[in-house]
């Protein structure tokens, strides 16, 4: 099982400051990593899949990055909604697997 | 616009089972794999199972295989998750979700909201 480790646990920023997230993968998983936002109480929303390609209706301020191992996903100026749990999920392997989530707070 | 339905959560006993369903609308349902992707309170997502757009090939995590079946009916635009030998470990928001892309991805750009399931005694 590739195993996902997500740094770091939490980011504490400002509105307007640029927010870097990482996922370092056990094992190489080329580029089929995503990332979602989750907010309390709502499901997630699929942000960044295939390491860079933003999903549909997605802003320009997220953008993705990496292959390999590991990954990084920028938010470029925080807007008051972007505050969420941010999770990795990597599609190269079965089992299916997330990483442990970065709760970006203000 | 593109909705998906759970139900079928709900309270039950360690060694019980539960059916879930999922209701999808707004896509052409047959050409897209879903999946089920559970969250355990104050706890991240796991994924659960995926099944073919055909239903011909499933997918199951280890936690889960043996004890859950996945299943769907194309012609109700619906999907299942059977749940046998539930555990306490299988209490969780079950979200289903929508596979991005008619070829295979399981990446999931369309959620539902969640069907509560809690194994307790």
């Known amino acids: 099982e590739i195993v996902l480790t997500q740094s770091p646990a939490t980011l504490s920023l400002s509105p307007g400051e640029r927010a870097t997230l990482s996922c370092r993968a056990s094992q190489s998983i080329y580029s089929y990593l995503a990332w979602y936002q989750q907010k309390p109480g709502q499901a997630p929303r699929l942000l960044i899949y295939?390491?860079?390609n933003r999903a549909t209706g997605i802003p320009a301020r997220f953008s993705g990055s990496g292959s390999g191992t590991d990954f990084t996903l920028t938010i470029s100026s925080l807007e008051p909604e972007d505050f969420a749990v941010y999770y990795c999920?990597?599609?190269?392997?079965?089992?299916?697997?997330f990483g442990q989530g970065t709760k970006l707070e203000i | 616009e593109v909705q998906l339905l759970e139900s079928g959560g709900g309270l039950v006993r360690p060694g019980g089972s539960l059916r879930l369903s999922c209701a999808a609308s707004?896509?052409?349902?047959?050409?897209?794999?879903m999946s089920w992707v559970r969250q355990a309170p104050g706890k991240g997502l796991e994924w659960v199972s995926t099944v073919s757009a055909s239903a011909g090939t499933t997918y199951y995590a280890d936690s889960v295989k043996g004890r859950f079946t996945i299943s769907r009916d194309n012609s109700k635009n619906t999907f299942f998750l059977h749940m046998n030998s539930l555990r306490a470990e299988d209490t969780a928001m079950y979200y289903c979700?929508?596979?991005?892309?008619?070829?295979?991805?399981?990446?999931?750009?369309?959620w539902g909201q969640g069907t509560l399931v809690t194994v307790s005694s």
């Open positions: 979700a929508k596979d991005r892309d008619i070829v295979p991805t399981t990446n999931f750009d369309y």
């Open positions: 707004g896509f052409t349902f047959s050409n897209y794999a």
């Open positions: 295939d390491a860079s």
């Open positions: 999920q990597q599609r190269s392997n079965w089992p299916r697997t």
